[in-house]
């Protein structure tokens, strides 16, 4: 059972022709924290993702994108290339670039999920930034403090209660 709640956690839905991805329900927007979409749906009764694509339904139409979702939904949603050739929409693993299921990203994500991650990482900037940790690494400060430093934000230090968590 937990391995198949893993799976609906690392899949993500790759756009063709957007006529299988439902906009308000499936993980279609590639990103690292949630990949559906966090605009509210409210009066809108567009049902799938085809029908945010212009008439040629080889690019998004920006005007419609604008009227419905928040700009960061917009930004995100813009950036999905629509393939050139028309295709089906297709279901992929986003741990892993190539879109294939490995072992490898699946314990990855449930350690990450462990450790009250998720798929982001805990030390980022909103813009992907990650300032803190440059400005404790660039510090004129012992490099075992910042170790340790660095091992406390990631709860690794070597306790006896980490060692049961």
Same mark, same amino acid.
């Given at each position: 059972m937990y391995g198949l709640e893993l799976?609906? %956690?690392?899949? /993500? $839905? &790759?756009?063709?022709?957007?006529? %299988?991805?439902? /906009? $308000? &329900?499936d993980p279609w927007i590639p990103?690292?924290?949630?990949? &559906?979409?966090s605009t509210r749906q409210g009066r809108c009764r567009m049902r799938w993702v085809s029908e945010l694509l212009d008439t040629d339904g080889r690019d998004w139409d920006f005007d419609r994108?604008?009227?419905?979702?928040?700009?960061?939904?917009?930004e995100e949603i813009v950036k999905i290339k629509i393939p050139a050739r028309r295709m089906e929409d297709f279901i992929a693993w986003h741990m892993e670039k190539t879109g294939l299921f490995s072992v490898r990203s699946a314990y990855n994500l449930a350690f990450r999920i462990k450790l009250g991650?998720?798929?982001?990482?805990?030390?980022s900037a909103p813009d992907g930034a990650r300032k803190?940790?440059?400005?404790?690494?660039s510090g004129k400060i012992p490099p075992k403090v910042n170790v340790f430093t660095w091992k406390l934000a990631r709860n690794r230090l070597p306790t006896r209660r980490a060692k049961y968590i």
């Open positions: 799976l609906k %956690q690392g899949i /993500i $839905w &790759r756009v063709g022709d957007g006529s %299988q991805i439902r /906009i $308000w &329900r990103r690292e924290l949630s990949m &559906r979409v994108l604008i009227q419905i979702f928040n700009p960061a939904d917009v991650q998720g798929t982001a990482s805990s030390s803190v940790w440059s400005r404790v690494w």
